[in-house]
């Protein structure tokens, strides 16, 4: 009875003190993801940026942690801009794909879908994302070989002369859609479709209906309304769910190596030099090239109001 009473006095006491400095529970509560934060995420952080500045020997291939912007300046070189320019060129791609496909599918979810054609539309999203990564993008690599189901229907439908056609074009195509640009395109729209659709489906279901009605009134066509009432006001979620597509895309290195041409992205690039080629530094530097791109990008957005869609 007595260790009864001492464990409530001692759950009395916490509990006013709680209760007189909220302050106090709002820290304890917040200092483990906090002390993760710092520690491990900003830490990990300050040490790429730092590895960054060195260089590693050419005769020894030994890095020297010695302060310099050599690395950095090896960015400049053709090959390496290369990879940037590619890298960019696929998220932009990926990213304007994203949102072509992602927009009517959000719109018909805000303003038709209710009830259980609601929950079936999340769950329609929701789904493909609670399967193993590696699985689909395995899974669209047979789909888009030669044999597969893409290469059959062609051939039932007498159109391989167009896909041949497609595949013979210059930076797009390959010997087949597994082995190309547009493969590694298209692998990337399905994967990354879902973070484009949420964003945009939250931004449109906040367009009010009585400004669709007010620019009925004064005679707008369905045009004109989408132009000037639904486009700019669904436009921070799209930018919002372009965050997701472009710095998923960029910092991706599977799905380019699994499927797609032998050129290099900058995952590619940071995942080979601080492996096997043993080039620490400048695979640092690579990686830094997404965090600039990606921190230019978060302010732009910011100032957009993106994140309100969030």
Not at 187 to 203: D, G, R, S, T
Request: aromatic share 12%; proline share 5%.
């Amino acid at each position: 009875m007595s260790a009864v009473l001492a464990e409530r006095g001692l759950g009395d006491r916490l509990t006013g003190l709680f209760w007189r400095r909220p302050n106090l529970l709002l820290l304890l509560m917040i200092a483990p993801p906090l002390i993760w934060l710092g520690l491990v995420y900003l830490g990990s952080l300050a040490a790429l940026l730092l590895q960054s500045f060195y260089y590693i020997d050419e005769f020894s291939g030994v890095v020297v942690p010695e302060f310099t912007l050599k690395t950095y300046v090896e960015l400049f070189r053709a090959q390496n801009l290369d990879i940037i320019f590619r890298t960019l060129l696929m998220s932009a791609s990926v990213t304007l794909g994203c949102a072509l496909l992602a927009f009517p599918i959000a719109y018909y979810a805000a303003r038709y879908a209710r009830g259980p054609w609601k929950a079936a539309f999340y769950l329609g999203v929701m789904l493909p994302l609670w399967s193993s990564y590696l699985v689909k993008v395995y899974a669209w690599k047979l789909i888009l070989a030669k044999e597969g189901i893409i290469g059959w229907a062609a051939g039932v439908t007498g159109t391989t002369p167009i896909l041949d056609a497609v595949l013979g074009l210059p930076f797009i195509g390959g010997n087949s859609l597994s082995t190309s640009f547009l493969g590694t395109w298209m692998v990337f729209v399905y994967v990354w479709l879902p973070y484009m659709i949420l964003p945009m489906q939250a931004a449109l279901e906040r367009v009010p209906l009585s400004m669709l009605e007010a620019s009925a009134d004064l005679g707008a066509s369905h045009g004109q309304t989408f132009r000037t009432v639904i486009l700019p006001l669904a436009m921070p979620g799209v930018i919002a769910g372009s965050i997701f597509t472009f710095s998923l895309t960029m910092g991706d290195y599977i799905i380019p190596q699994i499927i797609g041409t032998s050129a290099r992205f900058i995952g590619q690039a940071v995942y080979q030099l601080q492996g096997t080629a043993g080039n620490i530094p400048l695979a640092a530097a690579f990686a830094v090239v997404p965090i600039v791109i990606m921190l230019i990008y978060l302010h732009l957005a910011k100032r957009a109001g993106a994140f309100d869609a969030l």
